[in-house]
């Protein structure tokens, strides 16, 4: 069984890890650009999504691909950063993580627009009837 020392020491380390990662999160929607857009294009679909009225089914996937998109751009900083660490030089295996980092969050932007065409397509259509 765990002592009272050790569960205080872990319930100490989680909060501290908790607020590290609150502090990063804010890092990330200070500096990044892309993080802002992201914000502002979720708060639009969550407000045409309340105006269109769609399924409980609908929100979920709408809130897994906000999220995604978030949780990408959050990894992409990451990476970005980790790669000036090592060189501020040009360097072609930085440009190599640097790219390949990036595109991550193209190909989610584009299954993100597919998937948005799939659901609002028909409410869309519904409307202009
Ligand atoms: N050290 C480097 N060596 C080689 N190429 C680099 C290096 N740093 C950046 N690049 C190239 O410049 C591009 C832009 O890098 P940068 O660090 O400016 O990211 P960014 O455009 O600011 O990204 P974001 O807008 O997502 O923050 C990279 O995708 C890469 O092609």
């Known amino acids: 069984m765990a002592s009272k020392e050790t569960k205080k020491s872990f319930r100490g380390s989680l909060s501290k890890s908790f607020f590290f ?29 309340l105006y269109l009225n769609i ?11 906000i999220g995604g998109m978030v949780v990408i751009e959050i990894i992409n900083t990451a990476i970005e950063n980790v790669v000036d660490l090592v060189t501020e030089e040009f360097h072609p295996l930085a440009k190599i993580a640097k790219d390949v980092a990036a595109s991550a969050a193209l190909v989610f932007a584009v299954v993100a627009v597919v998937v948005g065409i799939i659901l609002y397509l028909p409410y869309i259509v519904q409307l202009v009837k």
């Open 21 to 49: 990662a609150l502090e990063g999160f804010m890092y990330v929607l200070k500096n990044e650009r892309n993080i802002k857009i992201h914000i502002i294009i979720a708060i639009f679909m969550i407000l045409l999504s």
């Open 55 to 65: 399924s409980k089914i609908e929100w979920v996937v709408l809130f897994l691909i």
